[in-house]
């Protein structure tokens, strides 16, 4: 296997941190999104939507989209369990997975994408046209993100993890989401969020989150 | 098992698509987002993110979100599979939907959300905030739509389906992104885009795609 990676990006990490969980490893080749190495025609042939991650099978088979990549690599290495273990929780780690994905990952995307000097060109990731930056936007991401912060710690109030008390990809994708908001839209953890502090401490020291 | 449905609005046609495919009926409870009833006191109690739509099993336990709630069923009634048989169709089937989540039905709500006259101060679904409509992001959405509709119009170029071969749960919700941005986005699929016109027939063509 061999994974299309980028330490620049938080989509990637997802599948990185995914990876070291499960103890397993491959070759990765580092794509640079900011000086849009994900749109040469070298990287288009492997992922024409140009965007990161991508996981090459040893047959050449592709596969995309960082949840998508990590329900083959559950499927493949079954432990530790990163998506449940019956319907009901396999459902509920995948929709607290997209609230994290959604609700931090894609407000924090917002500021970015629309604040982000380098990216002026480029407000929405991949090849299919040229999108000026909205300034509004990068403000709008700027209040969905703090209301992702609130609602998230009013959450791991009720329990240790994201989805319930037991560690999940939801983990991993809030992980991700928070260190994205707190870096690329400059917005830390507020102190008032002490659940989410405590919960960001104890992910953040499991041996995977520097993978 | 009891739906919090929507008819007026496209997430919740995936599960009820989804349902239809494999034979399953539930009582359903309509929740009109265009009065607002998805942010009143009584739904958020069932889905504090007030979004449609949301499944609640006999023992009162809540899923939501389109495809996590379809996880949930797939597991419980395997037949028919929509969902993949195997790690790579599981993976790729995925892959798919979330290109056709994010490239149509994402980009048809940028148009829908910014330019419908009754969500001018509802720019995002839920109670999280006011989001005042962007009609920059009405135009990128309008622009993201034809690149939607290019090139999944190529795709089906090669394949009979959306993730391959075979009917999945990556054509429920292609077929329920290109009928949101033909009436909400008021962008009927183009003229040349031949493949992509023939494979709408044949889906449309299935009973379920009126559930």
Redo the contacts between chains.
Sequence with gaps: MKLYDCHLAPNPRRVRIFMAEKGVTCEKVEINIVKGENLHEDYLAVN??GLVPTLV?DDG?P???A???C??LE??HPAPPLMGT???S???I??RE??MEF?GMGAAAEVFRNSFPGFAKR??PGP??V??A?P??AQ?GA??VQ?FYD?LNRALGTCQFVAGDTFSLADITALCAVDFATSAARTPIPNACKNLQRWHEVVSARPSASA
């Design positions: 024409p939507r099978l088979t596969l995309d989209e949840p998508a990549i329900r083959y499927e493949v019956d319907p009901v396999k459902a509920r995948a929709a997209r609230h609700d407000g929405l299919d046209g999108f000026e909205i509004e936007l709008r209040v969905r209301a609602r």
